[in-house]
């Protein structure tokens, strides 16, 4: 380790593990730092798009485009990878959503150990989905732990953490930018203090320990019978992913924004000319919707070519892939 007389910070050996957007503005922030980046790890390229092209995830990209050598392994767990890993002699590993299991060789193998930035206030919200799964409990603020790592799921000694504000009409998509850019600060912060020896990992409270699933694409479909608040919920959590939608027949219409509102009924039946629907306790109107294979659209753009009168109950359809 060599200090770095223009920013007063410790300068180290860093390897960079993670796969998804939300990691790319902690990868630049590592960068920014001064930090030597000896290798980054990311999930396998795999099939996307249309044409299911064969194409590198954002980290693995965005790495390669600032010259930081990229591994994709499969797995950690064998011989090979681990050793692979030691060789890099990095002082720190720091993880942001990479999507592997490390095994105990890979968090031992750096000197100060594997680093994680976390999109949720630890112990609560451990595991896949922190963000959506924060905003559909009605969560009223979450945050970004930074997280020594251990053989568990997200239960290392905290180092930093940073809080956000959920307000009532934020989506998963604005709410993951700003955990990004929190992570992307708190960590630069934690490494030095790391580096220094002057911050040390505290353990999780064993109280109020809550555990994100995984998304499915069965979450997708809206439940009429709900209240509107967790309708409400359910849009802006699985926007932009895996989205939320209704059916009409055998019609699906995507849900991209909506609003609460005033009325009642017998829950999916559309109540008036503005596509407002009854739920189980109060009304929910969609605002902005898009049918298969068609532009994103106002609700009124869409009623005019698309008549849905007040009266009509929406349905689900059978769909194996929902």
Partial sequence: MTGDPAAGAARLRLIFMGSPVFSVAILDALVAAGHEMVACYAQPPKPSGRGHRVQPCPVHAHAEALGIPVRTPRSLRTAEAQAEFAAFGADAAVVAAYGLILPRPVLAAPRLGCINVHASLLPRWRGAAPIQRAILAGDAETGVTIMQMDEGLDTGGMLLAGRVAIDPA????????????????????????????????????????????????????????????AVDRQVRALNPWPGTWFAIGAERIRVLAGEIADGHGEPGTVLDDRLTVACGRGAYRPTRVQRAGRAAADAQALLRGFAIPPGTRLCPVADPAA
């Fill in 170 to 229: 934020m989506t998963a998509a604005r709410l993951h930018d700003r955990l990004a850019e929190l992570g992307a600060r708190l960590v630069v912060e934690a490494l030095d203090g790391v580096a220094r020896g002057g911050l040390r990992p505290v353990p999780q409270p064993a109280e109020g320990v809550t555990y994100a699933a995984k998304l499915d694409r069965a979450e997708a479909r809206i439940d009429w019978r709900q209240d509107a608040v």
